[in-house]
């Protein structure tokens, strides 16, 4: 067709495409305050699945010992609360080998802090990606509950391998039936940490402060957690204010269930998952809310 042909050439004279038929995907803010679109998340699994394998290889790439620092990592902070915390300030551990003692709480602790700091990084680490891409956003702090987990997991089989150890060595510990509710402390752990993490990550988009602020209160949190204390060298009056703190009963029930000493009490675990599915709500509510707009000021 010569050039002037072309130029004579009408709108009407303009061929339908056969593919104009198919149907089309309209990406919009998510409508409500709650609208999570679990089917859509689960569309998207691949994604997280991806991105667990990508948070759990990058994390100590090009280093010499690898995921040994899984393993360097609470060893060395259990020997240094041994003797700064046992030899030197005398701090009861229950009766219990202070190694164990102090594994099972920087094991469970670590899993909770990691979770709420790197998930309270979801809008401002990934701004690039959001921008470009479109994926349900929740992928993001899903993936890293979950990554973490792996993590968790690599720890807690190394506890493991010292309880083996004090228990063939002559120590009173003990698994007891409080040890199948494992699953659930950790679900818990999980939902408490995802929820803060969604909330503060929802506020950082506005207030940068947040970012140095959470890590200031993670390290004071610590302290409020029977981590490095057990909950019952507190006096009785103030036993309620530690009680408080819906970790309490996490670390409490996981040292009751594989050392055989903490405060056990159903209540309090009722207590923490209440505390869990209510942070969740309230984070899943904000970060939906926050999701619409936060490009405009990351």
């Keep these: 067709m010569s050039v002037a042909e072309t130029s004579t050439c009408r709108p009407d004279d303009v061929a339908v495409a056969p593919h104009a038929s198919l149907p089309v995907t309209v990406i919009g803010p998510p409508q409500g305050w709650l609208s999570l679109n679990v089917r859509e998340v689960w569309r998207y699994r691949d994604l ?139 679900l818990i752990m999980a939902g408490i940490g995802l929820g803060l993490g969604m909330i503060i990550s929802s506020l950082t988009t506005k207030y940068r402060d947040l970012r140095f602020l959470l890590q200031f209160a993670v390290q004071l949190a610590m302290y409020a957690t029977p981590v490095i204390y057990p909950a019952s060298t507190l006096p009785e009056k103030y036993q309620w204010l530690i009680l408080l703190n819906p970790l309490t009963p996490i670390l409490e029930t996981f040292r009751y269930a594989f050392l055989g000493v903490g405060q056990y009490s159903l209540g309090g675990l009722a207590y923490s998952a209440c505390c869990a599915v209510f942070i969740m709500f309230a984070g899943a509510v904000i970060f939906n809310r926050v999701e619409k707009t936060f490009m405009d000021t990351v």
């Design 48 to 186: 997280l699945w991806l991105l667990v394998y990508r948070d759990f290889v990058s994390l100590y790439k090009q280093t010499i010992l690898g995921p040994i620092w899984f393993l360097i990592q609470p060893v060395m902070t259990t020997l240094v609360f041994t003797l700064v915390f046992k030899n030197i300030a005398g701090l009861s551990t229950d009766g219990l080998p202070a190694i164990l003692f102090y594994l099972v709480g920087i094991t469970c602790w670590g899993y909770f802090s990691e979770s709420l700091t790197k998930t309270s990084e979801t809008f401002t680490a990934n701004a690039n990606i959001f921008g470009k891409v479109y994926f349900p956003r929740v992928i993001v702090p899903l993936s890293i509950i979950a990554s973490n987990l792996l993590k968790f997991a690599v720890q807690f089989a190394l506890f493991l391998v010292f309880w083996t150890y004090y228990k063939f060595s002559g120590h009173a510990i003990a698994m007891n039936a409080a040890v199948f509710w494992f699953p659930v402390l950790i």
